[in-house]
């Protein structure tokens, strides 16, 4: 009776085991198949007009947390990181995430087509074009 339950006891720990280690394996490309837009996404190129802006920041970054709530970071150099969250929604027959998010006193509305974890923000800004390209981290 005492060898069967060690034996029972073993089992079922090597099954526990294998079960999380599945489970932890399997967490991948279980996001990438339900929700493979949410991540968070670098600034890689950023421009006002002709002018290159991104140089004026140590990082910008926009973090897609879940699905319909987001966060734009940013840092400015000599300055201290700023966040600001925002709600958004994604289509998934067309890829296009919406959003609209306060910045710097305005309100910004903006729809882009996410495609090979890349998306653009293009905005007219003080009758310049803001062109900002983001790319999954």
Excluded at 70 to 79: A, N, R
Excluded at 97 to 108: P, Q
Aim: hydrophobic content about 40%; glycine content about 6%.
């Amino acid at each position: 009776m005492k060898k069967r339950f060690i034996v029972i006891t073993a089992l079922c720990t090597l099954l526990l085991s294998l079960l999380s280690a599945c489970e932890m394996k399997n967490a991948g490309p279980l996001k990438a198949i339900t929700h493979p837009y949410i991540a968070q996404y670098e600034c890689i190129e950023a421009t006002l007009g002709e002018e290159n802006i991104l140089d004026k920041f140590e990082f910008i970054t926009v973090t897609l947390q879940n699905k319909d709530t987001m966060e734009l970071s940013y840092k400015f150099k000599d300055g201290e990181t700023k966040k600001v969250k925002s709600k958004y929604d994604f289509d998934y027959k067309t890829h296009t995430l919406t959003a609209e998010i306060g910045l710097f006193g305005y309100s910004f509305k903006q729809a882009t087509v996410i495609e090979k974890g890349k998306f653009t923000v293009s905005k007219s800004f003080g009758g310049k074009q803001l062109i900002m390209k983001f790319k999954a981290l």
